[in-house]
């Protein structure tokens, strides 16, 4: 403000101010509704920082999917009734054509077409047995989840007991089998009951389980820095994952044939794809950058090591979908696990999952 503008000097009567303000009417009191609070328990600033990481990286209970109807299967079934009511007729009548050239041919060809339908149907019933026993692996896994959550003593048994069915194979499960029947009825705390079955049947089979993906990731990330053809990379890296799923499923029991193999390979593909463990971008190398390894490998041996993990990927998302329990007591093996191992240095000791 200028001098020559400055304001000149003013008497205020506050008194007056007070009583006329006194004389206007006052706002009737009025009730707020107070603003909503958010639980503890759901406050993300008050919870810990590792309990919501645990929550976020814990994936679902991984199983086969029930496949329903479908046109796609129903023009699938059409068509191949039909194309095997044609190869029926063209078998007919080549067996006919052979008996009126020389009996002797007619009866050999017929010979031939009875033996190749007992094969085949010792191989669709081979089938059948192997995805009804991927099945009951999937029933049990839900038993098992569904018990450890509802505290179900008697169904925690009944789950116990078909684990124990189902692995009674497998020589590594027979101590567990063993300490399982001895405590049957000892244990009647249901989420203790499945742990105790995972501790005890899961942890060699685990154990072995881990062998199996470290093993295929090896080879993987060695034939790929030495193979001269990105082809070979990617037919080798086909060959070892389908390689590990089937042994992973054999491994717990599974032992998938060529039907239930196909199941099998899709439903990993889709249990990669829910966890996100299918992206191999920035969150894959970040992981191999951040052990220090960017300047001890060279450009081929890092992109070995990097297909390597893929498989190892892989080899766990087979082992949630074929291990016949979800992880409860047993942690889950993680990309941690086996970026030591790949890498040059200190090797870690698969025995302390």
């Known amino acids: 403000m200028s001098p020559d503008h400055t304001r000149r000097p003013a008497v205020f009567d506050i008194e007056e101010k007070s ?11 009025r009730h707020f509704d107070p603003p909503p609070v958010t639980p503890d328990e759901e406050d993300p600033f008050l919870r810990d920082a590792e309990t919501i990481a645990a929550d976020e990286m814990e994936p679902p209970v991984a199983t086969m999917k029930k496949r329903g109807f479908s046109f796609s299967k129903l023009a699938g079934i059409a068509f ?8 029926g007729l063209w078998i007919d009548d080549l067996v006919r054509s052979l008996f009126a050239r020389a009996p002797w041919l007619g009866w050999l060809a017929l010979g031939a077409v009875v033996v190749g339908v007992a094969a085949a149907l010792v191989v669709a019933a081979r089938e059948i047995i192997a995805i009804m026993r991927l ?11 569904e018990a450890h959550a509802s505290s179900d003593a008697a169904s925690a048994r009944t ?4 684990l124990s069915t189902l692995l009674a194979g497998k020589a590594e499960t027979a101590r567990g089998r063993q300490r399982l029947s001895e405590l ?10 499945v742990e105790f079955c995972e501790r005890e049947m899961m942890a060699p089979l685990d154990l072995k389980a881990r062998a199996l993906i470290l093993n295929a990731s090896k080879r993987v990330s060695v034939v790929t820095a030495i193979s001269p053809r990105a082809a070979v990379d990617l037919l080798y890296v086909f060959y070892e994952s389908i390689r590990l799923i089937r042994n992973m499923a054999e491994l717990y029991g599974g032992r998938p044939g060529s039907v239930g193999m196909f199941r099998l390979i899709r439903d990993v593909l889709s249990h990669l794809a829910v966890t996100g463990s299918i992206a ?12 220090g390894l960017a300047s001890k490998l060279s450009a081929r041996f890092g992109e070995g090591m990097i297909n390597g993990l893929m498989t190892a990927r892989i080899g766990i998302a087979a082992m949630d979908l074929c291990r016949p329990m979800p992880f409860h007591a047993l942690k889950r093996p993680g990309m941690g696990d086996f970026i030591g191992d790949l890498a040059p240095g200190e090797k870690r000791d698969l025995s302390n999952p």
């Open 159 to 162: 789950a116990a007991r078909e």
């Open 80 to 87: 191949g009734i039909l194309l095997s009511l044609a190869i």
């Open 184 to 193: 049957d009825e000892e244990v009647v705390d249901a989420p203790q009951l």
């Open 19 to 29: 009583a006329r303000k006194e004389d206007e009417p006052r706002r009737s009191p």
């Open 135 to 145: 099945g009951a692996i999937q029933h049990i896994k839900l038993k098992m989840a």
């Open 280 to 291: 191999v971008g920035d969150s894959l190398i970040q992981q191999v950058l951040g052990h």
